[in-house]
């Protein structure tokens, strides 16, 4: 059983940054793909950006392409979304999510992924 902890969240104002953090235990994450997700009010959970286990691909939505950057150590068990130039459409809870299965393809669909954190909050202000 993995336990995924979010952290990094806050109130920002639109075009500062944020660096979320989000680290498993329980069991070694390093050979699955893991990702990012989040939900603002009254909307589905949507996919933010994934990353392969190896850490040597990812891929954003297009929302975010190009501001948000993913990234894992695995040697510390924890994979990062570095958000820059955010706006307030940003403004979501952010979940990190893992596969159960090692390797794979990059799934997009929150359905995919077996493990979630308990999200953190991302508010950002015009």
């Known amino acids: 059983q993995v336990q995924l902890v979010e952290s990094g969240g806050g109130l920002v104002q639109a075009g500062d940054s944020l660096r979320l953090s989000c680290a498993a235990s329980g069991h070694t994450v390093s050979t699955y793909n893991m990702g990012w997700f989040r939900q603002a009010p009254g909307n589905e959970r949507e996919f933010v950006a994934v990353?392969?286990?190896?850490?040597?691909?990812?891929s954003y939505a297009n929302s975010v392409a190009g501001r948000f950057t993913v990234s894992r150590d695995n040697a510390k068990n924890t994979m990062y979304l570095q958000m820059n130039s955010l706006k307030p459409e940003d403004t979501a809870v952010y979940y990190c999510?893992?596969?159960?299965?090692?390797?794979?393809?990059?799934?997009?669909?929150?359905?995919?992924?077996?493990?979630w954190g308990q999200g953190t909050r991302v508010t950002v202000s015009s």
């Open positions: 999510a893992s596969r159960k299965l090692s390797l794979g393809p990059l799934y997009r669909s929150p359905s995919d992924y077996a493990y």
């Open positions: 990353i392969a286990w190896s850490g040597a691909t990812t």
